[in-house]
């Protein structure tokens, strides 16, 4: 049997400008998982996941070996079987029908998701896990490139960042690729071209853990990142906003370069500076598009963190979901805890995760 985990991420700075080739955000994984096991089957193959309404799908094999499900379902997990096959068959290798069961950590009890990336976790793991199953070795980067492949067949929006702090976990710099030449590229080469050749803009930097721990808020109510971003993009760029557009990605570049250096040097009055302003520039462009990133709930508890001492801001697309509070020296994390709870706004039991450097 093989097993593999993956996290689930929190953006810290850098949303929206990272969907723009060659921009850059900041995230962290957290150590919440998505665990996929993988044992061997004979004839057909069944995934189990409760994010499936039905529990679980059963697959079997076009005459080409393509992996095809019952009802033709766009799925992750199956566009991450396929991707990995893929690079086997490229490589000479054998298929084999194999059962694949997903446990995943990162939604409530009740199914509420809290925005941790389970997409992008589901992915990884899957990636990782079929990987196994047939010997592949893989590095973090070709795990990244597999599950960005994966993913855009499903899916085609997002800037992989949730899946670069999954496969590389901890503190990750990223720098998104260019999404157009990837959709060019791709009907004419070969998956392990891709996974082994540059890739325009990219860049996947794990930082050293800086000294300010995270803490995170949740503000109960759910946001849908495509549409957000979706509405964002649409309404901030092309029109007589251009030019805000533009500002707004160089600022979002400068702040996301100030903010790497403060936490690489330590650096607390700088690192409250340039969250402060990412999240002025992401309130201006929620702001000039006429989409609340920040709801009245994250602004509360962004004033809350600050009145305790932290640095903070909402995480991701906004609009619901979760906000980062970067407790610096001297913040009083318990009366800022309390204060969130008083407010409506729950502390999750979270923290960053760093994969050892050995682990599978
Ligand atoms: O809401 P989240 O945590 O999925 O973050 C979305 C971040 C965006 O930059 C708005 C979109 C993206 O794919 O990078
Ligand atoms: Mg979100």
Redesign the pocket.
């Known amino acids: 049997m093989i097993r593999r985990s993956a996290p689930g991420?929190?953006?810290i700075a850098g949303?929206?400008a990272?969907?723009e080739p060659g921009h850059q955000?900041l995230l962290v994984a957290v150590d919440r998982f998505i665990t996929v096991r993988v044992t061997p089957a004979e004839h057909t193959g069944r995934i189990t996941s409760a994010l499936y309404e039905t529990r679980y799908l059963t697959w079997y094999r076009s005459p080409d070996g393509t992996v095809v499900v019952e009802r033709q379902s766009n799925d992750y997990v199956v566009s991450a079987i396929r991707h990995v096959e893929q690079l086997v068959r490229e490589g000479g290798g054998e298929l084999r029908f194999f059962d694949l069961d997903v446990h995943s950590e990162l939604a409530e009890p009740d199914g509420r998701k809290l925005?941790l990336?389970s997409s992008a976790a589901v992915t990884v793991a899957t990636v990782r896990a079929v990987a196994g199953f047939y010997d592949l070795p893989l590095d973090d980067l070709a795990v990244y490139k597999l599950a960005v492949l994966a993913s855009e067949a499903v899916q085609p929006?997002?800037?992989?960042?949730?899946i670069a702090a999954s496969a590389f976990t901890g503190w990750v710099s990223y720098t998104s690729p260019d999404r157009r030449w990837l959709h060019e590229v791709r009907e004419r080469t070969s998956v392990g071209d891709l996974v082994r050749s540059p890739w325009p803009h990219l860049l996947i930097r794990r930082l050293d853990p800086p000294r300010p721990s995270l803490r995170v808020g949740w503000t109960g109510t759910p946001?849908s990142?495509p549409q957000?971003?979706a509405g964002v993009r649409a309404r901030a760029r092309g029109g007589a906003d251009d030019a805000a557009y533009s500002a707004f990605l160089r600022d979002s570049e400068s702040c996301l370069d100030a903010l790497v250096r403060a936490l690489e040097e330590d650096d607390s009055r700088q690192v409250r500076q340039q969250i402060g302003r990412s999240r002025h520039l992401l309130t201006r462009l929620g702001a000039t598009s006429g989409i609340a990133i920040e709801t009245p709930r994250l602004r509360r508890l962004v004033e809350v963190a600050q009145e305790h001492g932290a640095a903070a801001k909402g995480?991701?697309?906004?609009g619901g979901?979760c906000g980062i509070a970067l407790c610096l020296p001297g913040t009083d994390v318990p009366g800022m805890c309390s204060a969130w709870e008083a407010a409506g706004i729950r502390p999750l039991d979270l923290s960053v995760y760093s994969r050892p450097e050995d682990a599978p």
């Open positions: 991420k929190l953006y949303e929206y990272v969907v955000a925005g990336g929006v997002g800037s992989g960042g949730d946001a990142t957000l971003v995480s991701g697309a906004g979901d």
